[in-house]
């Protein structure tokens, strides 16, 4: 039997069973598929707007979680956050990431916008925006869904909190390819990582160079070997490059599962993607075993701790069905914050606050499941990530903090119990 | 009906692309515009007896988009159904035909092997089968053993043990690599099995499934099963050696051909591959883990049908378990060979395109051998590096000193 199952492949469930395997103790990591960080654009948002914009997580978070009792921060604590963010910073070898819990970058997205991140990859830092600059985006012609124009004219327009002025201009470049109308991203990051591809695109971009300006590209610069990319290019450009986030499916979001997944395969992890956890054993407050659908059969993966670390609404952990019933779908847990029949459930426009989106699971301090009474549902449970209850993390630019922080305590749960 | 619960999972798609990042297909050839358009989008478009995109031919059905897929779209399933009616409305070549039979080209090779493996080495006559037929003359073919397994299994007196489970060997280990077969056999009765050797065992119709020729694909499945479930409905499991075939009874038949027989049902419930038979008897504690050191480096491949079962790499775990061995997971998506996909003339240089980073990956570690569960990748391994590729059970077997 294993020590920890965890269930779900995105930042918290690599998290959770990586720390766990660090302590000696035998992991294995079963998902459905891959998911969020694929999806997402590679950095670490800790806290963006609280409500206003924050310029440090770690100034802005006692007074967010004083006025947000029941945010997954209130039960992870800023301790345990800022420890996990260290402790994800040495994940990292060449491809390294910058930043701290102190300060928020602020980066482009991909139409533009301003996010504000407190850890980014390397390849993305020189994009802050805080100090104003000048900036050259270059878009690649045969990649769809970037704008180097529409990036350009926005973070042009951008208000930096210093006020600092921002100009920027695009240019399309037109990289030398085998004649395919267009190209994902991944198949140009796969074109970046060959060094003669890598010089082609240099040397077109040299030739629209003027004054200082810093260089931002789509985020393609290579996925097997992004830092030589980076770093090449940087060179061969003789200023700072950076990249922007793009649209779905992610690179840097891929960097990141590929490295995170590799240690944790390397350190005799066991990883089971493709397979949908349906339910649970259980005998009385303990969970003896998940129970899996795989083919031709249901299969019992039995542990002595599990982490659920689905993810929430978006990615099926938690489904509403017709009559507005809540569930979530692998041990059956109570879910917190659904609004009762007759209140509003959702915002009259996309963008507003969605007060179903802050359903999920309320957990303990030792992020175990609560039932409404506020009683533990299973002692052997921890719960992790975007099923917990309370965040709005699309709104507060908070994901990847909330994942990274409760994957780390988790495990520390774990751990003590353990031990 | 399970036709409706393939089809209809194409509406859970949320064009997210994750598919398309993982095909190796149209990671190698601009023919194919990759799984989530000739699936969950092209299907929309799919009605009755048409097929609006012929590309769809290009899909080496490894299986990766359905694997990988967070929202549960079985984009594989999907395009595997939906290439049966572009093949029937274009109609099916011979040479599918034939090389989708293995057993019948093996039954009729395997009394004249030596002439049979002599003609298919013949350069200027893999010229001529590649004119006529459309085999592509540097596809990997097998060689035939010239023996088969059946005829070892009949022959052997294994110790009468207390516990009893079904080997399920396919047309490799039958009528190619009978070796294997008798070291599954050795592996399991030192772990103290008395292992059933089925007769009568014929190919499980994948090959057929593959190239679209569901009818008859299901008559396979269905004398297959006919052999295999009255052991299962004695409650005896069965593992498989073949990755590809043990997965074709778990789920294909069902889930692609759309077969629901009894027979199939209790077949599918006890198939298990070896590999993760072996796992879960270690961990149950019940897997004998005196194993001598082997000083080796390997890479392993882990082949696209075994994602199918659903159960991570079990290999890996059984590698964990010998000493010294060192075992290099290549990580790479697909050898190309995808069952018959690389033999064909138009599709040989896609494949080893498709295959080539694995490859080099596995030359550049200059190993002594590689290893495979699959044997149709083995074949398209060794082809292209010219490096021996085993099935795990060879290293196992090694290190129990068997």
Known sequence: MRDVLVVGIGMSGLTAALRCQEAGLSVTLLAKGVGSTHLAPGTIDVLGYGPDLVESPSQALPRFIDGSPEHPYARIGVDALSRSLEWFGERFDAYRYTGAVDENLLLPTAIGSIKPSALVPESLSAGDLRNGGRFLIVGLRQLKDFFPALVAQNIANAKTPSGAGISARAVQIEPPTNGEPDLSSLAFARRFDEPEFLDAVAKQIGAHLDGDESVGLPAVLGVQHPHEVWTGLQDALGRPVFEIPSLPPSVPGMRLYEILRAQFEAGGGRVVVGAEAVGADTDGDRVTAVRVAAAARIKPYPAGHFVLATGGFGSGAIEMGANWSVREKVFNLPVAGVPEDGNERFGPRYFDAHPLSRAGIRVDDSLRPLDDNGNRVYANVTVVGACLAGSEAWREKSGEGISLSSGYKAAETIVEEQT | ?402
């Open chain 2, 1 to 402: 009906m399970i036709e409706d619960l393939i089809r209809g999972s194409l509406d859970h798609c949320i064009k997210c692309t994750i598919c398309e990042s993982h095909c190796p297909v149209s990671r190698a050839t601009p023919l194919f515009p990759g799984p989530k358009y000739v699936g969950p989008q092209a299907e929309r478009f799919r009605t009755g007896d048409t097929s609006p995109d012929d590309s769809l031919d290009y899909c080496s059905g490894c299986g990766i988009c359905t694997h990988v897929c967070p929202q549960g779209v079985k984009v594989a399933e999907i395009n595997s159904r939906a290439r049966r009616t572009l093949k029937e409305s274009k109609g099916i070549r011979l040479r599918d035909k034939v090389i989708a039979r293995p057993s019948l080209s093996a039954k009729l090779a395997t009394p004249v092997a030596p002439v049979a493996n002599w003609t298919l080495r013949s350069k200027p006559i893999r010229a001529a089968i590649e004119t006529t037929a459309g085999v592509d003359r540097r596809a990997p073919l097998p060689t035939f053993a010239g023996r088969t397994f059946q005829k070892w299994a009949r022959k052997h007196e294994g110790p009468k043990l207390g516990r009893s489970v079904v080997y399920f060997h396919g047309c490799s280990a039958n009528w190619f690599e009978p070796d294997l077969g008798a070291k599954t056999v050795a592996v399991l009765e030192h772990n103290g099995f008395n292992v059933i050797v089925p007769k009568g065992q014929d190919c499980c119709g994948l090959p057929l499934q593959s190239n679209g020729l569901f009818d008859d694909a299901t008559g396979y499945v269905n004398r297959l099963v006919a052999k295999l479930a009255p052991y299962a409905r004695e409650g005896y499991d069965i593992v498989a050696t073949s990755t590809s075939c043990g997965l074709m009874l778990k789920r294909e038949a069902h889930e692609i051909l759309g077969m629901e027989s009894d027979d199939l049902r209790v077949v599918s419930e006890r198939m298990y591959d070896i590999c993760e038979f072996l796992l879960d008897l270690h961990d149950r504690g019940e897997l004998k883990t005196e194993m001598a050191p082997l000083s080796l480096k390997v890479p392993y491949h882990v082949p696209c049908q075994q994602r199918g079962h659903e159960m991570g790499k079990p290999a890996l775990g059984l590698f964990g378990l010998i000493p010294g061995l060192e075992v290099v997971d290549t990580q790479r998506t697909c050898c190309g060979i995808a069952g018959t996909y690389g033999l064909k003339k138009e599709k040989y240089d896609i494949a080893m395109e498709v295959g080539r980073s694995l490859f080099e990956d596995i030359t550049g570690m200059e190993p002594e051998l590689s290893v495979c569960d699959s044997e149709t990748c083995r074949w398209q391994i060794e082809h292209a590096t010219e490096i021996p590729s085993v099935h795990p059970i060879e290293l196992l077997h090694r290190s129990y000193g068997l």
